[in-house]
Nanobody, 117 residues
């Protein structure tokens, strides 16, 4: 059974930081490259960052050097440390396996990140 539970979002001022967590079922997590995605109001969901099982990472250009993705394979958990947050980072953040968004059918509830002064 696919389970994804995101947490850690909130309201933060520009320049602030948040750390998101995603607890995934072992069937999802164990062998997969995991990713964070986000969906801003009125926009399509987009990929933000991904991490392979062995720790190789990739980032959306606009978050590079500000966000850090990591994973704890023993806890089936993936994290997203977000620093220097900007207004345009406001979105609902989701984690899932890496893949074309249109092919992913099961999503968690997401966690809301709001950057506002």
């Amino acid at each position: 059974q696919v389970q994804l539970v995101e947490s850690g979002g909130g309201l933060v001022q520009p320049g602030g930081s948040l750390r998101l967590s995603c607890a995934a079922s072992i069937t999802v997590f164990r062998f997969n490259t995991m990713a964070w995605y986000r969906q801003a109001p009125g926009k399509e969901r987009e990929w933000v960052a991904s991490i392979t099982r062995t720790g190789s990472t990739n980032y959306l250009d606009s978050v590079k050097d500000r966000f850090t993705i990591s994973r704890d394979n023993a806890k089936n958990t993936v994290y997203l440390q977000m620093n220097s947050l900007k207004f345009e980072d406001t979105a609902v953040y989701y984690c899932n396996v890496l893949g074309p968004i249109s092919t992913i059918t099961t999503w968690g509830q997401g966690t809301q990140v709001t950057v506002s002064s």
